[in-house]
């Protein structure tokens, strides 16, 4: 961990515009940040990752406050609300190993916390398949391009963006109400970081 008041979080679950948008909404967020993990610093470029074949993940690099949101409660809406952890190399039409699921631990602390969650979602029979998440130990994070940086926020009308990303925001508004800005406990304005 970074330090007492920012963590790192470093999550994939297919397209990271949609993943970004989902957590820009929670309170005790600092930043969220589109890029690639899994591969090499040659590879981690749009070009590139889009061929499936160079290692690297969409995914996010969440910068938290952890007084004041959890390592746990970004897990629970990574895998209840910001993708399906079921799908393997794939979110929807989103196909190739760029979209897999995969949670990239940044400690021990971080890894045992997914495993935990896994583990207690599986008893819980959450899905109706198995959970496929990859749980990897974290070696680089390259960000990714500008364009991609807070995307769906600067491009609301995009079709991807109304069908996809839009779903995802409203699922975790409604199912995790107690974790956004905009609560009256979070003392945060509405909107994004």
Known sequence: MEDEKRAPAVLAGGCFWCVEAVYRQLAGVLSVESGYAGGTSETAHYRAVCRGDTGHAECVRILFDPLRIS????????????????????????????????????????????????????ADRAFDAPIVTELVPLATFYPAEPYHQDYAARNPGQPYITHVAQPKIFKVRQAFAHLLRNTASSGEPTGHA
């Open 71 to 122: 390592y746990a409660a970004l897990l629970d809406v990574f895998f209840r609300a910001a993708h399906d952890p079921t799908q393997k190399d794939r979110q929807g039409n989103d196909r190739g190993r760029q979209y897999r699921s995969a949670i990239f631990y940044a400690d021990d602390s971080q890894k045992a916390a997914a495993e935990r969650a896994i583990t207690q979602l599986t």
